[in-house]
């Protein structure tokens, strides 16, 4: 095929500069050359340095803060691949933003993520790499491949080394109902039992524990969830394992951590005991913080675009 015989090429977006460079490394292959600048009113300009002719290019750009900026960049990026006749073009969008609204919640919502899966579709994408979609379902609003990693491997491989021989005395917790299957998969991986936050949400970012289903007195416990915005909810929780299931010590991993508003402080006042993320968003100097860790998903993401590239199948190990 013509992209296979003309190599691949990975450019970054502004949003995810040091993820892009560790994927080339990982690949052993440059990032491109790519100008991205504003003009004087905000708007952004784009410009390729290098040709993509028959090349299968795979642009890097996480959609986070500031979320349309980002994304605008990347439709930009697609756009000018696409006019300077890449042989194919991918999206990889390790945190794919507006996620969150899925459905229609009530009446006269919109559905923005189906919004935004037609507008990546009409720029010139022809195909999507992302990483742990807030709602799996999002997959079938495009009518492009999409290529769907999992981080809950990243989290088995990093608390298995830490509770070695100590897993009687480990139970994972799904924050709400809506993700007790994505915990019962990790606590069946794991060889543990299994808990849930029992919750309401009055309104957007707030919720309230009502109760802890299952056994986590005396426990050491691992909160698994897909992003954390605010942090509210998640230390609400945390709270709740301690003050209410006498939860011995509360662990908690998230494939993308947002941590808008006041979550760092949040989280520093929070008696979790470590809170462990993936890169999939750039953690910025002001948010690093002891209790936070940060594991790298460059060489996941890097094996991918080389499957992805020479045709290899994808789902039989991820």
Not at 150 to 179: Q, T
Not at 234 to 247: D, E, M, Q
Not at 248 to 271: Q, R
């Amino acid at each position: 095929m013509r992209f296979t015989e003309n190599g691949f090429k990975i450019f970054s977006g502004s949003a995810s500069k040091d993820m892009s460079l560790e994927i080339a490394n990982v690949l052993e292959v440059p990032v491109g050359q790519m100008e991205v600048a504003k003009f004087s009113d905000g708007e952004i300009k784009v410009s390729l340095a290098e040709t993509v002719r028959g090349v299968d290019v795979f642009l890097v750009q996480s959609t986070c803060f500031p979320v349309n900026d980002n994304l605008m960049e990347l439709l930009i990026m697609i756009d000018a691949c696409r006019r300077a006749s890449a042989g194919r073009i991918t999206a990889v969008m390790p945190y794919f933003g507006y996620a969150r609204q899925d459905r229609k919640a009530k009446p006269r919502d919109p559905i923005s993520a189906k919004l935004i899966a037609d507008v990546l579709t009409s720029a010139g994408a022809n195909r999507v790499l992302t990483m742990d979609l807030h709602a799996l379902q999002i997959q079938g609003f495009f009518n492009i491949p999409v290529d769907h990693l999992i981080g809950a491997p990243m989290f088995f491989k990093y608390f298995s080394e830490k509770f070695n021989g100590k897993k009687e005395d480990l139970v994972i917790v799904s924050p709400d109902v809506g993700s007790v299957t994505r915990t019962r998969v990790f606590a069946a991986k794991m060889d543990v039992l299994m808990a849930i936050v029992d919750k309401r949400r009055p309104k957007a970012n707030m919720c309230e524990v009502l109760n802890i289903i299952g056994n986590v007195q005396d426990k050491s416990v691992i909160i698994l969830d897909d992003m954390i915005d605010t942090a509210g909810t998640l230390c609400n929780a945390v709270s709740a394992l301690k003050k209410i299931g006498g939860a011995k010590d509360v662990y908690a991993c998230a494939t993308h951590g947002i941590l808008s508003g006041d979550a760092i402080e949040i989280i520093k006042e929070s008696p979790m005991k470590e809170l462990v993320l993936l890169d999939t968003i750039p953690l910025v100097k002001e948010k690093k913080i002891d209790k936070i860790k940060v594991l790298s998903t460059a060489a996941l993401f890097a094996d991918v675009i080389r499957r992805l590239h020479w045709e290899e199948p994808v789902s039989s190990d991820y």
